[in-house]
């Protein structure tokens, strides 16, 4: 923070005016005072003596504060302050505003009954502000008295009412005019054809600051990097705003972020273009023709690329892919992730960060991968700061700790509430010695054993939602499919049907043909009907044990092992989750498998629809067979190799 006592205000006028000079067409027609200022390479004013600076504040009946007073003792006043405002205040023209504008009144009509007193303080500067423009492109400049620092310092709000924002505060009166050197810098540096070269000190010293941000960044160190970046960008620099974007978007910052036209160069397309084309699928009622509005300058033949990256995004079908060894880990991080071992996939990632190469002068890092439906779910804040931390490019510095995973294993996370207190009740199938993608040949018939393509439950529900048949006597659950630890595979239905206990049929025989299954239902916090559980497990194609905690009561067949015996477990059943914690940490201990939190509650999985988890029908017990069109569409085959 600058020293506002210390602040050098001559060689900083002077610079500003020189500048200003400098970037004059010649030949441009110009008042009298601007050319004047022009040759004399000043946009100030002589200089203000104590006695007048006094005089003013006997006039305004205050004290002004130490920044302006000192700019009024080097200029008293200013010209072209920014863009918008050509002549500023000195002691002669400051004066209360008093409502002189009448904004007063509008602005006081923005508050509602629920405004509290900043906002209400706020909206009453019309009234109290000290004014500092004296002639604008109708934007206003006011010093707030009661608006002060422990140094004595006011606030200065600026607002252009053909901007639709709110007044911009700043901290006092020398932040406010070097935000004017920027705004005059920034608009300079994007003039249009035929302008001189906008060329000097202050630009070379910020293009040389933006190149040195760029190797920080490849060294990891981002934090001084976006910082330096910034800066350039608020003063207009080329590359700045593009550079400065990667880091954003890699910290889940999407606002506004854009590349800076970098997505549109044909060398960075590959990797800028699929994260700016999947933030606009985000939001699904965008219209598709604003796509074109950050595509701007951009050749047909990568327009139309854009469009065809944005379909399969929304389909849910775009594949990243990386050169080098790299790419070799993205493909390896693929196959982790679409099982579920999302924790493995980010390390997997993170071992190549450092042997991977940009594709120009301007790229930061892999950024394309945040598209993918399976890779892009990896990403949280903690990661992206861990990516930007990690050194690359060729360029040396230290590697951070690992970020913690996300995972926290076993099962007993399922006993938590999750966001919304959503999964009160769930299912799933643990098979042995399997891989996930034979799970549907044991657990569905037909058409239903074929594997989606990786996509969120909500996804996989809603694309179902439309499907041909459907009973109300069968419970087809559409599951997750995935790894559960070592030696195991899963399927997880996180929104069952209802638990009918006479009618249930446990899968766990069918899904255990060869080798070991085991079933759990548990609905202990279920919203509707009465708490249960249920447990079975299978060898060989038949059931071993099993035990069914409903109504209070339990049922067991077969010799359950110890650590799994429900009276361990049920009784006055005063600590639903307790209870319920308890009985998932006993499987998970009994069979050493695990399911993957990040991944079925985040992520994207390859999903089917089992069986049905209910016996048929017998005679005299009616149902109803509900037909729809097929209006809506089916989850597409996946490939088992992805």
Known sequence: MTDITAFDWR??????????????????????????????????????????????EERLGRRMPPSYREFL??????????????????????????????LAVTFEGYLDENAGPEERREADLWRRGLQLDVESDITHVLMDPDDVDEDGEWAVYTWSSWLAEPPKRHANFLEFMRAMHRQFHSLEAHSGDGEPEFANDTTRELDIQVEEARLEALRGSWERAVKALDEAKEYGRPRAAGLGDQIRRLLGQTYQVDFDGLATDPRYAPELLPPLVAEHAAHRYRDDSTLRFHLGGAEEELVSLAYAILEEVR?????????G????????????????????????????????????????????WVADPVLGPLLTPERGRELLSTPRGGQPGEAPGPAAGLDPGGLAWLAEPDQGDHRTSYRFVLVEGVEPEELPGRLADGDDAALSRPMTLWEARHALRDKREFSSYDDRALMAVGRAGPGWSFAFDGDPAPFGRQRFVSPAAAAGAGTRAVVVWSGLRAWHGEPFFHLSVARDGAEQYAF???????????????????????????????????????????????????????????????????????DGETYAVVRVGLGGRAPEAWPADG
């Open 548 to 618: 069914t905690y409903a109504g209070g009561e339990v049922e067991q067949s077969g010799e359950i092992p110890r650590a799994l015996d429900p009276s361990r477990f049920f009784g006055a059943l005063e600590d639903v989750a307790g209870t319920e914690r308890s009985l998932l940490e006993a499987v998970a201990g009994e069979f050493g498998a695990s399911l993957p939190r990040q991944a079925l509650m985040n992520g994207r999985l390859h999903t089917f629809t089992t069986r049905s988890w209910t016996r048929p029908p017998r």
């Open 325 to 368: 060894p790299f790419g070799e880990a993205v493909e390896r991080a693929r196959e982790l992730a679409r099982w579920g071992d999302t924790d493995g996939a980010w390390r997997m990632l993170m071992s190549a960060v450092p042997l991977w190469e940009p594709l120009g002068p301007d790229h930061l890092a892999p950024l394309g």
């Open 11 to 56: 060689s900083f006028l002077l610079r500003w005016s020189g500048e200003w000079a400098d970037s004059l067409p010649d030949g441009e027609t110009r008042g009298e005072d601007d050319e004047t200022a022009r040759r004399a390479r000043w946009l100030g004013f002589p200089p203000a003596s104590e006695e007048r600076i006094a005089d003013m």
């Open 73 to 102: 003792k080097v200029s008293d006043g200013w010209r072209h302050a920014g863009g918008f405002v050509w002549l500023l205040a000195g002691t002669g023209d400051a004066r209360w505003h008093n409502d002189a504008s009448g």
């Open 315 to 323: 389909r849910g079908t775009y594949r990243y892919t990386a050169a």
